[in-house]
């Protein structure tokens, strides 16, 4: 590749002076397509602030309606065909007692967002009221980072320790790249590729109610050959789970 | 999952009926919400329509002074990661014709965009002067379609018939989903993955300076291993493609 490249710029001395002058030509244009490129940025992010701010007060009047159906976000989790994959049994049981669910952008939008899990006082899993998971895209210039609470579990209702002494047969079906809750919300080590968090952000914090409302229904399988490779693939996780063990 | 969320909901009438109350609240604020996102979408695309426009003399010039260097679009496919992928020899050589290469977004950008290939008068491959491939981005309900112009080979260099007659082992090395340029062209049975043409207008249009100075430079194998599986990779190619034929 790069040798033909090389072919192609090949050429005598004058045409490579009228060349070297229209690519400065070209240089100084481009420049000026930058600086509107910049400024179109600019504009857009201040529209995206403003309206922000003008839905910032609907999303709290939302918040507090919500506060009034009982288990609406664990319900919503739920529903989510992704978020789902995530609930273990005992997960679902802890996200019943989370009152607010909110996701945060940060003042300028473009530099980060935290997500803000909320729970009654006094439940029986850990003793923080509130467990944030905050993504910092890149302000420093280390690139981007997530932090997470430490969660404070109560000893006999740890399940992070509780999850993972728990024999594989008799938790809930996952698919390969096996992550629980709590994994998830504990895990900062590819804050970049963080699906959940960005469907949490883009997709159930825009609107819940519709995961609220309608369940993930379960398609019936139409024949047995599917259903058949689908357990198989479930076999194969749970050999690689003991190969590891 | 879908039964684990009727559970969650379920409760006893007083309660469904506050519930219920509460969800109407909820949905009239969604609506509300929903009302200022159509707003800020709409601002925005005003803001982008804005900066399109006054970008678009400034493309006018670049292309003009293109112009003045021989073989300077062949040479930015050439030189570009993904868009090299698609070129056979005798494409390249075919693409050296190539005076002017263009990406115009349609007038509210949102419903789609063309790409524009200008060649040289009298060049030995087609008789046509310009080639598009148009995307429609379901400006029409049924969704994203693209059109591209019907090449008219000369017959002596048709590169449609030359490239499908020519031996294998003679061709470039390729990926699994192998594609040459006048393939990815005239295919439009997938308009929604088309990765090249998004290349072409997200990265290689805003910036071809770039890729026309800096050649795909190619990595020296650092160990015999590597290197070995990517022949075993092509070798598995060819196998496959002598079996269809």
Not at 192 to 197: L, R, V, W
Not at 198 to 216: G, S, T
Request: charged share 40%; hydrophobic share 30%.
């Amino acid at each position: 590749m790069a040798s033909s490249a090389k072919k192609v710029k090949k050429s005598n001395d004058t045409t490579l002076e009228a060349e070297s002058e229209a690519l400065e030509q070209i240089d100084s244009v481009q420049n000026e397509i930058d600086a509107l490129n910049e400024k179109a940025s600019e504009e857009i992010l201040k529209v995206e602030q403003k309206y922000n701010s003008l839905r910032k007060p609907f999303f709290q009047k939302r918040s507090e309606i919500i506060k009034k159906i009982p288990s609406f976000w664990v319900t919503a989790f739920v529903n989510h065909p992704q978020i789902s994959g995530l609930l273990e049994e005992e997960e679902e049981e802890c996200l019943h007692f989370m009152e607010k669910f909110e996701v945060e952008e940060f003042e300028d939008i473009k530099s980060g967002y935290r997500i803000k899990f909320s729970f009654e006082e006094n439940h029986p899993y850990f003793e923080n009221k509130v467990l944030t998971k905050e993504f910092n895209l890149g302000a420093n210039n280390s690139g981007p980072t997530s932090v997470s609470t430490a969660i404070k579990w109560k000893p006999e209702r740890d399940l992070s320790k509780l999850l993972s002494q728990k024999p594989l047969n008799s938790r809930r079906k996952r698919n390969l790249e096996y992550k629980s809750f709590f994994d998830w919300f504990s895990d900062n080590t590819d804050p970049i590729n963080d699906e959940i968090a960005e469907l949490m952000k883009d997709d159930l914090w825009p609107n819940p109610l519709q995961y609220y409302l309608v369940p993930d229904i379960e398609v019936e399988p139409e024949d047995d050959e599917a259903e058949g490779e689908e357990e198989a693939d479930d076999e194969e996780i749970e050999e690689e789970e003991e190969e590891d063990a």
